[in-house]
Nanobody, 120 residues
């Protein structure tokens, strides 16, 4: 019953801002990390931003200073605020949640993805 639903994608012009949201439901185990990945046509899926338990964040070098990841531990949501968007930011953005139950290995869940297109 675990489900991740992304929203906020769209078509914008370079230099614009966009906010992506991901709502997680059906998760009964501890969330150890939440993150955003993206995949451009013909390229590998890459990590964009990650936030782990304790609040530590990691960003891809290409988005540092432009993107900000945040989470709401009560609502089990994770957001990605994107600013100064560039055409190379274009791709399908996927929400990922890592969970871990006691005495069990970690498990990952993925959303269906939301398209972000940045025009020149």
């Amino acid at each position: 019953q675990v489900q991740l639903v992304e929203s906020g994608g769209g078509l914008v012009q370079a230099g614009s801002s966009l906010n992506l949201s991901c709502a997680a439901s059906g998760i009964i185990f501890r969330i150890t990390a939440m993150g955003w990945y993206r995949q451009a046509p013909g390229k590998q899926r890459e990590l964009v931003a990650l936030i782990i338990s304790g609040g530590t964040t990691n960003y891809a070098d290409s988005v540092k200073g432009r993107f900000t990841i945040s989470r709401d531990n009560v609502k089990n949501t994770v957001n990605l605020q994107m600013s100064s968007l560039k055409p190379e930011d274009t791709g399908v953005y996927y929400c990922n949640v890592e969970v871990q139950a006691q005495w069990r290995p970690k498990a990952n869940y993925w959303g269906q993805g939301t398209q972000v297109t940045v025009s020149s």
